[in-house]
């Protein structure tokens, strides 16, 4: 089966550091998210793309937080600098509008 | 803007009992609605979807129909096991609103054998 790829799956940072996450969606989706994930906040949608151009980024801390598609195989979310409260799961996710969307397994971010 | 609104856990039942979820829904145009779930440590994965009204979506004895007039999408299992123990989202997905995935907030649910 097709897989959306996360990497890296687990990270510790320290505060102050940045923090690049990488998502390569399944080829020929035309529609990336990004989520984030806490126990308080339940899922967050942080940013999104239709054929590598953002469509809604209103989600994120623009002061921190940057979102890109630099090609069609790469999506990458980037955090600087690294707060403690940005500790989540961040989750990438693609697909084709109605068929559904297909998750990666996230990369769990501990900033410290 | 869209809102998903599913009642909210822990649902705690038995092997073999009936499993009910609601999950009622805003949207400004004529949405697509999911059912995701999420077991311990993994990401989430697609349970089942209908893209119009009176669809009937089912997977893994999982069944959810999409209706119109209630605005609802209500997940249900006949007879849940233990390997059923999850958190479940409803989710939709507007063409009004750019095909945005609006999540409720989760139920999760517990199966004791």
């Known amino acids: 089966d097709a897989r959306v790829t996360q990497t890296p799956r687990d990270k510790v940072t320290e505060m102050g550091q940045e923090v690049t996450m990488r998502c390569q969606p399944i080829?020929?989706?035309?529609?990336v998210f990004w989520y984030r994930q806490t126990m308080m906040q339940g899922l967050e949608l942080l940013a999104y793309?239709?054929?590598?151009?953002?469509?809604?980024d209103s989600g994120m801390p623009k002061d921190r937080f940057s979102a890109e598609m630099p090609d069609a195989t790469l999506a990458t979310l980037k955090i600087q600098p690294s707060e403690p409260r940005d500790s989540a799961v961040y989750f990438c996710?693609?697909?084709?509008?109605?068929?559904?969307?297909?998750f990666g397994s996230g990369t769990r971010l501990t900033v410290v | 803007g869209d809102s998903v609104t599913q009642m909210e856990g822990p649902v705690t039942l038995s092997e073999e009992a009936f499993l009910t979820i609601n999950c009622t829904y805003t949207a400004t145009g004529y949405p697509s609605l999911f059912w995701y779930v999420q077991y311990p440590g993994e990401g989430l994965q697609l349970l089942l979807k209908?893209?119009?009204?009176?669809d009937k979506g089912s997977n893994k004895g999982f069944e959810a129909t999409y209706r119109k007039e209630t605005t609802s999408f209500h997940l249900e299992k006949g007879s849940v096991q233990v390997s059923d123990s999850a958190v479940y989202f409803c989710?939709?997905?507007?063409?009004?609103?750019?095909?945005?995935?609006?999540f409720g907030g989760g139920t999760r649910v517990l199966v004791k054998p």
């Open positions: 989710a939709l997905s507007d063409n009004a609103a750019g095909n945005k995935l609006t």
């Open positions: 080829l020929g989706h035309n529609t």
């Open positions: 996710a693609s697909g084709q509008s109605n068929y559904g969307y297909t």
């Open positions: 793309f239709r054929n590598r151009a953002p469509l809604d």
């Open positions: 209908a893209t119009k009204a009176d």
